[in-house]
């Protein structure tokens, strides 16, 4: 399966043909859900909604997922991966981040970062595993890899601006933004997060 | 009348006692207009709904605002006092905007401008509205002040960064911002604003 991607669902060559199934299946599911989420909201999302998107029984979504909050959870979570992105200088390593962001953003209208930020919009369940999750994974990572005063503040004032550049750029398609080429974003972003994130090499 | 905000629904002195009952009318229309776009979006709230919130007859609504798209343009607009914010170099008209945001945030988590960005991540209608606004008031005049190649692109994603952070401070309510100190976050955005919209001066 040279087209799967490497996501926790990928099927490991020593699968039954049974469980590669399960696989497609319960990846179908999270698509679907990802799409759902994102139309209607958390609240109004419904487990057979989704199971009519996904084109399968609703039993079969209760059978992977258990409750819409299980089901909610694994299709938003995403793992920023904190050590790749880390470089020498923080400049560098808030291009990485952008980078990776643009590039997750930019092949799916439906990441599971922009669907948990839609969500978190209107619904608290949504915003409260959006504040976890940026917490353990944005501002503990880039934090640990300031050195000076406010490194939390700094490393959570970093995240907040780069989200909102993402969703200004792809979710809300500022006119200015959307077609920007990302080395220009990059260009004129970096330093500016030098200056932030890195005030003695200013 | 000494608590009446000045918005435009204020009534000057030399208005009848009709005329200043239907400005508080209007307004609490626009008030629980505002609720009700926050709580469950552009699309779903009906004029039917807003009259309940507001306990006034949906006719009264229709009456004063017309359509759903004309109260919702009205509930939502919001002016940046563009030449109060001007100061004389970058960092201190970011500071300014910041401080305005802020304000008008902290004040009421159903303003305007929250509610618009709110609305925008599930309504195009809304986004449309966000767009034409945010690139009238913010990107143009921001663009106007900066004397460096790509203003533009630098007053859109400065715009981009600080809607980021006031939507994490205030409607995400991220741990590490929701409770920092204005003035502490003003000390380290303001540098990275500058580097940004003044990259001269750096």
Redesign the interface.
Known sequence: MSTARPTPEATPDDESPAERKGARTRRRILEAARRVFA?V?YERATIRLIATAAGVDKSSVIQYFGTKQGLFREAVHWDIPTAEVAAEDAEQTAANHVRGMFAAWAADPNSPMAVL??T???SEDA?EI??AH??AQS?DAIAATIDAP?A??????A???????A???Y???????KD?DVE??LR??G??????LD?KS?
Request: glycine share 10%; net charge positive.
């Open positions: 139309d909201g930020l839609r978190s919009m209107t915003a959006l504040r940026i917490t501002t406010d939390r503040l700094r490393a959570a004032l995240g907040a601006m780069l989200m909102g550049i969703s200004q750029r979710i809300l398609k500022m006119p200015d933004l920007a220009d974003i004129l972003v330093p500016a997060m030098g200056t932030l005030p200013g």
